[in-house]
């Protein structure tokens, strides 16, 4: 579950199996990604899908002391300034050279990860080891899995350490949903989750729009997707912001295209008036 828009694609770090950084210009500063899923394994098999699975992934079990290490390093390094000796984050606009935010992200579903809950208390500890506690920790998530104890246990502690949740909602419908991200989940279970969540917390909303064999969603189809909005809301649950989207990079699979900026733009009136921030992310 990754987000799309990041500006710069510097992910390189040495040999790093879990902890990789970008500089990102929207984050304004290094954006630190954790992978949880070095196996590549997803329970989506979205068709926009950034991640290239042709290639072998590693192995599903995390080590979290070399997760924790490689942190560590990275923190070191950006809070001594060393690390803008480094290339390739020597070239970096000086008003950048600040850590920007941690996200539990990755090459599939982070909370999938058994140790998910063991990573965000490491990652809460590590950030305050280094007097990080300011930078905005989050974890990407397709929502799925938000109904197992393990990972509300995680959620709980990423709370705790002033987290936040950014889910994806793609669809409105079923069948949209499963064809959108690539599953034969259940589309309630993750609108359960969803409203679970949102009324424990806050949660943001991650929503891609693409085109499909060049053709828009169709106007049912987000008049659909609005009213899961509402009805988030409507039975108590919290968002703080809604991010609306398309695909930044073309994607493997060619049925899929990006909308225009007007067309994000008449997705998200869909959902203005609620007094949730909207943020549209369109093509540069
Ligand atoms: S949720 Fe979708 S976009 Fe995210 S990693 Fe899985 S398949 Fe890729």
Redesign the pocket.
Known sequence: ??RMDFSDHRRDLGDNRYVYAVVSRRVGGLSIGINLNVDKA?N???P??Q?DRRLPGGPREIDVAVLEQELDHLLALATTDELWTIAPFDTTDPALRRVGDISLAG???PTAAKEFSEVVSAVGRIRARHGLEHVPLSVLT?ATLFHRPMVREGLESLDRLNGRIWA?LDAGTEAYFHQV??TKLPFQRVLDNLSWASQQWPIMLQCMFHSWDGQAPPEAEIGAWAQRVRDLLGAGGSLSEIQIYTVARAPADPRVGPLTSAQLQEIAAQVEGLGVRLNVVGLS
């Open positions: 579950m990754r997803c989506f098999d979205c926009y899908c991640v090459d599939g579903e397709n994806k991200d690539g």
